[in-house]
Structure formats: C-alpha cells, structure tokens
Nanobody, 115 residues
Framework: QVQLVESGGGLVQPGGSLTLSCAAS????????MGWYRQAPGDQRELVAT???????VYADTVKGRFTISRDNAKNIVYLRMVSLKPEDTAVYYC?????????WGQGTQVTVAS
C-alpha cells in the first residue's frame, strides 16, 4: 500500500504557471511508472504525463512543451511543472503510481485557469 497526496493546485490566470507535487508515503522507486492524470467536469480521466524509473517521459499532445514531469526518488515526490496554462487545463489533477500488479491514486488537486 502507498498513500499519494497531491498539492500545489489553485487558481491561476491564463499564461500562468503552477507546480504540482505528489508525496508518497513510502518509496516510489519500486513503481515502474509514476504519472499525472486529470479529469474535467463531464469528461473522462485522461493521461497528462508519465515517467518511468528509466527516465522515459510521455506527454499528452495537449501539454507537450508546456508541462514537465519529474520524480525525486530520494524524497518520494513526483512533480508536474505546468507553464503557459490555458483555460482548457482546468481539471482535477491526480497522481498515479503503477507497479507490475498494482495501481494507486491520490485524492486529486484542483487546478483552475481563469481570468
């Protein structure tokens, strides 16, 4: 078991930046893939970015060039740096930890991009 706690969400103007953090209750080194997903009202949860232990990052086309995922295995934290935010980035952002047979989710953090 692992608990994932997201933080760093909030209200930001279009063009602004935010950095989300996902703190794990134990080592994340054992998880093959750490990721960020988001869900807007009325929509399905969608992939934002994932990062493997080998350092391979995958991004949704809608966030490429604007978002950066990183992980600090020593601190058990995964980050999502978001710049040039757009209103369509508004959603609840969820952290995910995926191992060979397990998948864990955090409770989510709200990001609202509006003027």
């Amino acid at each position: 078991q692992v608990q994932l706690v997201e933080s760093g969400g909030g209200l930001v103007q279009p063009g602004g930046s935010l950095t989300l953090s996902c703190a794990a209750s134990r080592s994340i080194f054992s998880f093959n893939v750490m990721g960020w997903y988001r869900q807007a009202p009325g929509d399905q949860r969608e992939l934002v970015a994932t990062l493997t232990t080998d350092g391979i990052a995958v991004y949704a086309d809608t966030v490429k060039g604007r978002f950066t995922i990183s992980r600090d295995n020593a601190k058990n934290i995964v980050y999502l740096r978001m710049v040039s935010l757009k209103p369509e980035d508004t959603a609840v952002y969820y952290c995910n930890a995926r191992g060979p047979w397990t998948s864990y989710w955090g409770q989510g953090t709200q990001v609202t991009v509006a003027s």
